[in-house]
């Protein structure tokens, strides 16, 4: 069996701040990302003319492929629960941005 350096065994933290656009890169971005290990959700901004904003959550699985790093939205068995409670923070997120926008527009 072979070993991973702890550097690689690190997992990352498992919610993160919601993504700032960076100057040098272009395209659309997550406005919040959360992650346990190798699992992902991230929710998306889109705008509607007629509704004005909703919100789109994707999820996947990072996996390395020998040097690459490759994403699928295939998950096993012992992924199900935690893909739940990565949708269940995206469920808080995006309720958190409707209650701002009903209060903003109350205002």
């Known amino acids: 069996m072979a070993t991973r350096s702890a550097a690689a065994n690190a997992a990352p933290p498992s ?62 068995f012992d992924d199900v629960l935690i893909v739940a409670e990565l949708l269940r923070t995206c469920y808080g997120f995006i309720s958190r941005e409707h209650a701002k926008q009903s209060e903003e527009r109350q205002e």
């Open 15 to 76: 919610r993160s701040a919601p993504a700032t656009k960076s100057p040098e890169r272009s395209g659309n971005l997550p406005v919040f990302t959360t992650r346990h290990r190798a699992l992902k959700a991230a929710v998306w901004r889109n705008e509607s003319a007629e509704n004005g904003p909703f919100f789109n959550v994707t999820v996947s699985r990072s996996y390395k492929d020998g040097d690459d790093w490759h994403e699928s939205s295939s998950f096993g």
